[in-house]
């Protein structure tokens, strides 16, 4: 069963948001021309005067471009199932409002800069292990030098006095010596709960 929405919209930059299967009635005064990216995504069709029958054919986003006494406009249509806005209102709340997450093709991308390793941690963790979410995240570099440190003091600790953590970038890359494969190991184990991008060099 279609649900068809009656809503008159000014235009703007706010998507159009749809759920796959739904239609939208989009008040447009005065247009004359439409022409839409994606057809996969949606179809764009007019029903009287001023007026637009948008309906979502399947997950993704698009471009819709008006022509109207007053000019052209853009608009984009996003059409999801709902997984993706409520995945990107929770990573706002429980993560960095900075951070942007945007559907492409039915994959939801998470893309932006991280204040902290511990951010970061807990955006894996929301994710999970789901196959159509891609993080491109990463923690801003200017924290990666901090982060070195704590790592480096944690292998002191730990009894790995020649081995240190350097911040190259957005990456640690751990320097020095261990003694063998469990020393190896152990390392990488106090670095990774620590920073996700870990490169080894340590020397034989």
Known sequence: MVTVLLLSVALCAEPIRL????????????VNRVAVGQESVADV???GRGELLITANGQGRTSLT???????QTRTIVVD??????????????VNPAL???????????????????ELRRLNELVGSDPTVR???????RVM?????????????QGLVNA???AYGSKIVLEGSVADERELQKALMIANSYAQSVTPAFAP
């Open 19 to 30: 759920v796959p299967g739904t239609q939208l009635v989009l008040k447009v005064p005065g």
């Open 164 to 166: 240190r953590a350097i």
């Open 135 to 141: 993080v491109l995240a990463s923690v801003d570099p």
């Open 45 to 47: 069709r007019p029903t």
């Open 66 to 72: 008006l022509w109207t006494t007053n000019g052209m």
């Open 145 to 157: 030098p901090a982060v070195a440190d704590t790592i480096s003091a944690a292998f002191r600790r």
């Open 100 to 118: 942007r997450v945007d559907t492409f093709n039915g994959l939801t991308v998470i893309d932006g800069k991280l204040d902290s390793v511990e």
């Open 81 to 94: 199932d709902g997984k993706a806005s409520e995945l990107g209102r929770m990573v706002k709340t429980l």
